[in-house]
């Protein structure tokens, strides 16, 4: 059987546009898309370890370290010593977190309109299904709440 060549080129430019055009939109807000997606994690599976956020978007402890450190300094969350480990530290969102999330959604649906007023609604929620089946055969997926050793 004969593979389908795909142009990958489109795929990642087409990402990259799209991630500039939030970054613009995100900018009054202070903060950038991937904090955004931080505190969007936050806000579903609720308060967890910086270990486990770091494990859900498969990045280092120190890159996530970096990127919530930020979120801290602009009261978007709280990081406190976790009493069950002391070795680490959960992170919560904070009420200012919460009000900075729903800018950060209002951002998400006019990307999200975007890419359907560009794309039909069929072809935009097939992009949506295509992309999820990426993301999850890349290793990537929904954040998951921490399970606890009781």
């Known amino acids: 059987m004969k593979q389908a060549l795909i142009s990958i080129h489109p795929v990642l430019h087409s990402a990259t546009l799209l991630e500039k055009r939030i970054e613009v939109l995100l900018r009054p807000t202070g903060i950038r898309h991937r904090q ?11 308060p967890t370890s910086q270990r486990h956020l770091a ?17 801290v300094a602009l009261g978007f969350i709280t990081q406190n010593t ?12 904070t009420p200012d977190g919460r009000d900075v999330l729903e ?36 290793g990537g997926a929904q954040p998951e709440k921490e399970q606890r050793r009781t």
């Open 36 to 46: 955004a997606l931080i505190l969007d994690a936050l806000a579903q599976i609720g």
């Open 82 to 93: 976790n009493p069950e480990n002391r070795r680490s530290d959960i992170l919560d969102l």
């Open 103 to 138: 800018k950060v959604w209002i951002v998400w649906q006019e990307a999200t309109f975007l890419i359907t007023s560009t794309l039909g609604d069929d072809q935009a929620e097939t992009l949506t299904v295509l992309s999820t089946k990426l993301r999850n055969a890349l």
């Open 55 to 71: 494990k859900q978007f498969d990045i280092s402890a120190g890159s996530m370290s970096s990127m919530t450190e930020r979120l």
